[in-house]
């Protein structure tokens, strides 16, 4: 019999995450993330796109000013500094990686091509996506859907931090707020709801890409979340 197509992922990693909600990077936080996401690379292809919030947020950055194009291009190269401290510590605990970036930067990176992702999770390699879409005005949540398509995942896993789910409400502003354990994209669409761009939430609906929302909190949860485990919310078409 033939083998089973091993279960492909992308998984989206805001920049807070890798700051522990502070300016930079944090070895400890980005060690803990990347051995979770080693474990799991040995029976899943594994893709990433990171976010870069821990050094630029463009839409802020215009907001006092500066002009959202060359903000947002700040935003990008926030985002290779942290692919790179993940393959870093990626290849500490044991995982085969490569760097792909939409801005050219070949002393450190591959350009981005799609094909050749796509060998490199055959071969069991972490593929990290840095440099956002390498355009303005698209959130490294469109992106995650964007690349989820183009390599032909299985599903979107978006990790948060400090909510572990899809929830009703702000659940921090209103505590009446209930957590969905799944959820359509048009529902959450209509109802507004924000924990993930709206941009995004539309491009995964109109392929019928699912998305598992959830929080990085807790031992083993990206982890399990990369395996396939129930965890946090799933969004379907």
């Given amino acids: 019999m033939p083998a089973q197509p091993r279960r492909r992922v992308l998984l989206k990693l805001s920049g807070e995450a890798f700051g ?40 802020e950055l215009s907001q006092r000013g500066m002009e959202r194009g060359r903000a947002d291009y700040m935003g990008m190269l926030g985002t290779v500094m942290n692919a790179l401290a993940l393959q870093d510590f990626l290849e500490q605990a044991g995982a085969e990686t490569r760097v792909q970036s939409a801005i050219q930067m070949t002393q450190v990176a591959e350009p981005y091509i ?7 999770l055959e071969k069991g390699r972490v593929v990290i996506f840095g440099a956002g879409a390498g355009l303005p005005y698209f959130s490294t949540d469109t992106v995650s859907a964007q690349r989820a398509l183009e390599i032909g995942a299985d599903q979107v896993l978006v990790a948060k931090n400090g909510v572990d789910g899809v929830y009703s409400a702000d659940p921090k502003r209103d505590p009446a707020a209930t957590r ?18 709206s941009t995004a939430f539309s491009l995964c609906m109109d392929n019928r890409m699912p998305m598992r929302v959830f929080g990085m909190e807790g031992d083993g949860q990206l ?3 990369i395996l396939g485990e129930p965890v946090g919310t799933l969004v379907r078409a």
Wanted: aromatic content about 6%.
């Fill in 20 to 59: 522990a909600g502070s300016l930079g990077v944090d070895p400890d936080v980005v060690q803990a993330i990347a051995k979770q996401i080693a474990e799991a690379a040995a029976t899943v292809e594994i893709a990433v796109v990171v976010g870069g919030g821990n050094f630029f947020r463009g839409a």
């Fill in 114 to 120: 799609p094909r050749k992702a796509e060998r490199h």
């Fill in 223 to 225: 982890r399990r979340a």
């Fill in 180 to 197: 969905y354990d799944e959820i359509t994209y048009q529902d959450a669409l209509v109802q507004g709801l924000k924990v993930v761009d």
